[in-house]
């Protein structure tokens, strides 16, 4: 059965694709037209005007309100599918530029073997405080994966001998757990939360370097992409044995639980845990023109140098036979975070405004009582392979704009009598008072600049 349809429909996915690249539109088109539409009608979420009288973050509220992400319990929350929409964008943007520094993904599992902790010394509860362990029937302890440097190294055992077998980058995006003592920021912080964690593998620490350099370019440009890059900052944090410092990306708000000491002239930032006479003087910094700020960390990027690979003994051949130990860095980074992160920076007293890259859609399209002219535009929106969310339901004006606002598009498309009594569609953006009339093809070029122009 399965070798007569696959090459079938190996062909028609080589047709599509070659007849969209000779329109000039790249293969995320075809995602796009495959994915993005809902009719809101059809949506099971609802929007809601209060938040659960216990959350206490805004983020939380913001996202529980908007029919993103449903509260279980402290610090645990289900994504909807508005929620997973942002989500996946959001993890989408990090694996383009992981792979595109030569990230190779992978899935490890949550369930966690003592065995390799022990042997790093870190299944203690004394030496990690957050661990969440359970026992198989036959009472064996093992644990929730709070963090993979471990099992990833074991793992590598099996495939690395020799010099020619680095350096390698693999990562996955994955639920990490952590019984965290506080979980009232929102999905800022979660007991069970998305990290994307990249572990590189090197012969040698200026290999090492090397990459980690390419990471941290890689991860401005993955906060940018984000919408958060001009608040984020790469601070100087607290390093380990094989470095004096680490890397952490912290973005500043209110809602934050790091401070951070930033030179604005020179956009070096320091973190309050590290900040001492000899780290200024390291730096090149004057305490008297640090800035203060609440911030997240939003990343983490660290040298590990032979931390877990001499525990392990993940070893390799060089080219002159000798035995030496892998040297590795470790590189975080949670999507959940920074969706609510997101949301904390960029919502206003209405709701959420979505950064193009990780809005759940690029358009939001409403129609107050004239359907019929909508699902026209609706059609020829999903034609464009533009993501529609299209407001069907019955409803009242207010209700339906007040519900936009909230849920944060950072696009609407109005279809009224009065948009075609003055010929044609309103089109708005979630951030300006007022919209403008357009056609059908004016404000089908718009609309398709703007969402392929960075494509
Ligand atoms: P924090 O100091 O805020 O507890 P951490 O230093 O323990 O964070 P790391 O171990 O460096 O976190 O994890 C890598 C990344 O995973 C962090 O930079 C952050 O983006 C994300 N992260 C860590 N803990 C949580 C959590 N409880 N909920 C959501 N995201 C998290
Ligand atoms: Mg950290």
Redesign the pocket.
């Known amino acids: 059965m399965s070798g007569a349809t696959a090459p079938k429909g190996a062909v028609a996915f080589y047709f599509l694709k070659y007849k969209i690249k000779s329109v000039k539109y790249s293969e995320k088109m075809i995602f796009q037209v495959l994915w993005g539409l809902m009719k809101q009608s059809k949506l099971f979420t609802k929007t809601r005007k209060d938040a659960p009288a216990d959350e206490v973050s805004k983020n939380a509220e913001l996202l529980i309100r908007g029919g993103f992400v449903n509260k279980e319990m402290a ?1 645990v929350y289900s994504y909807l599918p508005l929620g997973l929409r942002v989500m996946n964008k959001i993890s989408n943007v990090i694996r383009e530029e992981m792979d595109a520094i030569g990230g190779q993904e992978v899935k490890m599992t949550v369930l966690q073997d003592s065995d390799v902790w022990q042997k790093s010394g870190r299944w203690s509860d004394e030496v990690v405080d957050n661990w969440f362990k359970t026992k198989l029937k036959n009472d064996t302890e093992i644990g929730l994966g ?2 993979h440097e471990e099992p990833l190294t074991a793992l590598l055992k099996n495939h690395i001998s020799s010099y020619k077998d680095l350096p390698v980058y693999p990562y996955q995006i994955q639920a ?1 757990f ?1 019984n ?1 003592t506080r ?1 009232k ?1 929102g ?5 069970e ?5 990249m572990y590189s593998f090197s012969r040698n620490e200026a290999e090492h370097l090397a990459f980690y350099e390419r990471v941290q370019n890689a991860y401005k440009k993955i906060y940018t992409r984000l919408g958060v890059g001009h608040l984020t900052y790469m601070t100087f944090a607290s390093g380990g044995t094989f470095s004096k410092y680490s890397h ?2 912290q973005t500043i708000t209110g809602a934050g ?2 401070l951070i000491y930033v030179d604005e002239e020179t956009g070096i930032a320091v973190n309050q845990e590290v900040l001492n006479d000899e780290v200024l003087k390291d730096l090149n910094l004057s305490r008297e023109k640090l800035v203060e700020h609440k911030a ?5 990027i ?1 040298t590990l140098g032979t931390k877990f690979s001499e525990p392990l003994q993940l070893n390799f051949k060089d080219e002159e036979g000798k035995e030496q130990k892998v040297f590795m860095g470790s590189y ?3 999507p ?3 969706m ?1 992160t997101i949301v904390e920076v960029l919502s206003d007293d209405k709701g959420i405004i979505w950064p193009k890259e990780v809005s759940p859609f690029h358009v939001h399209l409403i129609s107050l009582n004239e359907n019929e002219k909508a699902n026209e535009l609706y059609e020829t929106l999903k034609k464009a392979g533009i993501e529609v969310l299209f407001d069907d339901r019955e409803a009242n004006a207010g209700e339906k704009f007040a519900d936009s606002d909230l849920i944060g598009i950072p696009v609407r498309v109005v279809v009224s009598k009065r948009s075609l009594e003055e010929g044609g569609y309103e089109m708005k953006s979630r951030t300006e008072e007022k919209g403008k009339i357009l056609q059908e093809e004016g404000l089908l070029k718009e609309l398709k600049d703007y969402v392929f122009q960075t494509l």
């Not at 999905?187 to 007991?191: E, I, K, P, S």
């Not at 939360?193 to 964690?197: A, E, I, P, S, V």
């Not at 997240?296 to 983490?300: D, I, K, L, Q, T």
């Open positions: 610090g709070f963090t990490k952590r965290e979980a920021s999905v800022m912080r979660g007991r939360f998305l990290m994307k964690d952490e990306f639980e790091d997240v960390e939003v990343g983490n660290f975080g980074l949670g959940s975070r920074i609510g």
